[in-house]
């Protein structure tokens, strides 16, 4: 016997309910599993921290003068003729407290090889005297809440007097995919949190 | 209801001068009416008080939003959720179908936006396809389970923006297989407004299925040959049953006809003059034919259909004007004489 509509459609809604909050909480739990890495933040939009609007991050920076870049990456960013690639795996290697782009390859295989960690996006690198290095690993945004757009902005303005670097943290998991944990400026973090 | 009572005065007074009805029966037939519902002064309020405390609310919440904790905002927008839902469910069980109809479309919506909403809360990074597509499939669930044509239309639109937003030339689109699923539940719900939702869906999914191919032409023209032929089921079907359902989807189908053989213009499968002219034929055919069915649809389908070939003729002729003119008047007296025939014929039976 079919159940009668309005049993029906308390069924869809129950339903859907649990399958976006399931979504959710299996995000926050790859998020937690996943293997904790600083990236460096080459550009942050500072200005729409305060004003409630989603923070662009732009990740990468400029390499070391004299060094060349690393393998798979020559070429320029998305939306260029002569852009490095269409996609793929980057490889990434520690150097203290923040991780580099070890190279980048189409195949995850392939990208092992270049690094002992893998996640899953682009990498392009602009050679010349000191090379510009771009990253696109999926995280190019956050949307802070009040209190951690303040703290961001005081630890920005902080920075600025004595040059700390900005990290984003990313959790790197087991499917490859990066997702945001929080920012570290200098010596400090803001963590994103969900409660 | 109180026009149409006053419409009905009117017609009853015509009827009695007439001696088609009995006087002593106007009161009686107006009373059957009943009396018109009125809204109070009382209740007026009443809406207008809960509909500022709605705003309020969403206001408050709005303003106060990136103070939240992240797991209390997507508390409240999966509790909008289940309330439209809840709502819908209690109007579904007292018989108030528009009612559930109404919030069921609501609960769509609001579907469809807590989905947007889940990754700038958390900062999970989404394909906006596959969110459209996942909001798509959970509206047409919602459709599904309580029988709601806005519902099912929401999840058309959703999933053709989901198609949309892929670049044209990559990946498979979901409208089509939608559309067809659409236009079934708009038979089965006899719902005019489904049908032309799901007309649209079908005619644009057609479309981007051509465009993503490398075959765009020739998929172009059996489109349109694959229109003509459904319209004349769909024709057949209007002139044999009640609703409109398949009136609505033979009016769309003659646009597809027309739209996508024009669109199919080309060396490869037909070009030059003779598409042109069967362009133009096929237009004028669809004004007589909306004339004749009475389906102002496809009589505004052929007048547009119309000036796209006459102004095609014109590009191809490099405005040349004496050339062209030669040809509208061969057209011309082509169109007149089949109109003379037609009426010669008709007079004689």
């Known amino acids: 016997m079919t159940p009668s509509e309005p049993w029906r459609i ?178 400090r973090r803001v963590e994103l949190d969900w409660f | 209801m109180a026009g149409y009572r006053d419409r009905l005065e009117a017609d009853l007074d015509r009827w009695i001068a007439d001696g088609l009805v009995e006087s002593e029966r106007r009161d009686a037939i107006l009373a059957s009416l009943g009396e018109p519902r009125r809204l109070d002064a009382a209740t007026a309020l009443a809406f207008v008080g809960l509909a500022l405390l709605g705003l309020a609310v969403v206001a408050f919440v709005a303003s106060n939003w990136n103070g939240l904790p992240r797991v209390l905002r997507f508390g409240l927008i999966l509790a909008a959720f289940a309330g439209a839902c809840a709502a819908a469910a209690r109007a579904s069980h007292a018989g108030h179908g528009a009612a559930r109809n109404g919030l069921l479309t609501l609960a769509a ?26 909001a798509g499939a959970g509206a047409g669930l919602l459709a599904a389970s309580g029988g709601s044509t806005g519902a099912a239309a929401v999840a058309l639109v959703l999933i053709g923006a989901g198609d949309l937003s892929d670049e044209v030339g990559t990946g498979w689109t979901w409208l089509l297989p939608a559309a067809t699923l659409g236009a079934a539940l708009a038979w089965r719900w006899r719902s005019a407004v489904l049908a032309q939702a799901a007309s649209i869906a079908l005619l644009a999914g057609s479309a981007r299925f051509a465009l993503a191919s490398d075959a765009a032409e020739e998929i172009g023209f059996a489109a349109s040959l694959l229109c003509l032929v459904l319209a004349a089921g769909a024709r057949w079907t209007a002139q044999r049953e009640e609703g409109v359902v398949a009136a609505v989807v033979y009016g769309w189908l003659i646009w597809g006809a027309l739209g996508f053989f024009g669109a199919s213009g080309s060396e490869q499968v037909m070009g030059g003059a003779a598409h042109r002219l069967i362009w133009l034929a096929m237009a004028s055919g669809a004004v007589a034919l909306g004339r004749n069915d009475r389906h102002g649809m496809i009589t505004a389908g052929g007048v547009l259909a119309f000036f796209g070939a006459v102004s095609a003729i014109l590009f191809d002729l490099g405005l040349d004007l004496m050339t062209a003119a030669g040809l509208f008047a061969a057209c011309s007296v082509a169109a007149l004489g089949a109109g003379w025939a037609l009426h010669a014929r008709r007079t004689t039976a």
Do not use: M
Not at chain 1, 46 to 51: E, H, S
Not at chain 1, 67 to 76: A, I, K, L, R, V
């Open chain 2, 109 to 134: 919506f609001v579907f469809a936006g807590a989905l947007g909403l889940v990754a700038p809360i958390f900062d999970i990074a989404v394909d906006p396809r596959v969110s459209l597509y996942a």
């Open chain 1, 10 to 187: 308390l069924g869809a809604a129950t339903f859907l309910t649990l399958a976006l909050a399931g979504a959710v909480l299996r995000e926050g739990q790859a998020r937690a599993d996943g293997r904790e890495v600083g990236l460096p933040v080459r550009e942050i939009d500072a200005g729409a921290l305060l004003a409630g609007d989603p923070v662009a991050l732009e990740l990468g920076g400029y390499l070391p003068e004299g060094s060349s870049c690393p393998p798979g990456t020559e070429g320029d960013g998305p939306g260029s003729p002569f852009e490095a690639s269409r996609g793929g795996w980057v490889a990434l290697a520690s150097l203290d407290r923040e991780w580099r782009v070890a190279g980048a390859a189409a195949g995850r295989d392939e990208a092992s090889r270049l690094g002992p960690l893998v996640v899953r996006g682009r990498a392009w690198c602009r050679g010349g005297v000191r090379p510009l290095l771009g990253l696109d690993v999926g995280v190019s945004q956050f949307h802070p809440d009040r209190q951690e757009a303040e703290a961001v902005d005081r630890l920005l303005r902080n920075s600025r007097a004595d040059r700390g670097a900005v990290l984003a943290l990313v959790s790197v998991g087991k499917d490859g995919r990066a997702r945001l944990k929080g920012l570290a400026i200098g010596a």
